[in-house]
T-cell receptor, first 113, second 110 residues
């Protein structure tokens, strides 16, 4: 089925560990982005990409790294996990100019202990 | 002060009631989005608006650009409408960034 696929759905990390959250879309969307959702707060933008080879920082980029080597994939790397990174992470994609709105992945619930 | 404010934060209703959720924003925008997040966590895009009004089934979204305000209406509400409704804006032009409100939690009881 067409859409945005996020893996894993759940993850528990120890402080200091690194990991990569995967995000893939098969809709040929130019724009892809990562958000985190914390209780009592709106979703916040971590990093985004307007096309292969182009990425930029969002509102809360510290501690995260991204790359966009293909149109389809936009992985999010946690370099050295901290308890403050415990959150639910969403990947989203859209066509350039977002005329058609956004498609969200199902989310990754990450706990850092 | 958040750039996108939603009201109310929580809303309960009886099945069949007419529901209104409000969103106000303080920045210039190129589009406003209404999203739905079910208890399972998935987020679905309901509407994208840059002017006027859109309708999809029992859902109606309106926007007043001059007043920087949007409303989401649900007619003949149903328990399956229970979810968190999130307003988000695309600030400026030629940008992929979204600024989100904190959401309105709606519970519809039979």
């Amino acid at each position: 089925n067409a859409g945005v696929t996020q893996t894993p759905k759940f993850q528990v990390l120890k402080t200091g560990q690194s990991m990569t959250l995967q995000c893939a879309q098969d809709m040929n969307h130019e724009y892809m982005s990562w958000y985190r959702q914390d209780p009592g707060m709106g979703l916040r933008l971590i990093h985004y990409s307007v096309g292969a080879g182009i990425t930029d920082q969002g509102e809360v980029p510290n501690g995260y790294n991204v790359s966009r080597s293909t149109t389809e994939d936009f992985p999010l790397r946690l370099l050295s996990a901290a308890p403050s990174q415990t959150s639910v992470y969403f990947c989203a994609s859209s066509y350039k100019g977002d005329f058609y709105g956004y498609t969200f992945g199902s989310g990754t619930r990450l706990t850092v202990v | 002060k958040n750039e996108v404010e939603q009201s109310p934060q929580n809303l309960t209703a009886q099945e069949g009631e007419f529901i209104t959720i409000n969103c106000s924003y303080s920045v210039g925008i190129s589009a406003l989005h209404w999203l739905q997040q079910h208890p399972g966590g998935g987020i679905v895009s309901l509407f994208m608006l840059s002017s006027g009004k859109k309708k999809h089934g029992r859902l109606i979204a309106t926007i007043n650009i001059q007043e920087k305000h949007s409303s989401l209406h649900i007619t003949a509400s149903h328990p399956r409408d229970s979810a968190v409704y999130i307003c988000a804006v695309t600030p400026g032009h030629n940008t992929d960034k979204l600024i989100f409100g904190t959401g309105t939690r709606l519970q519809v009881f039979p």
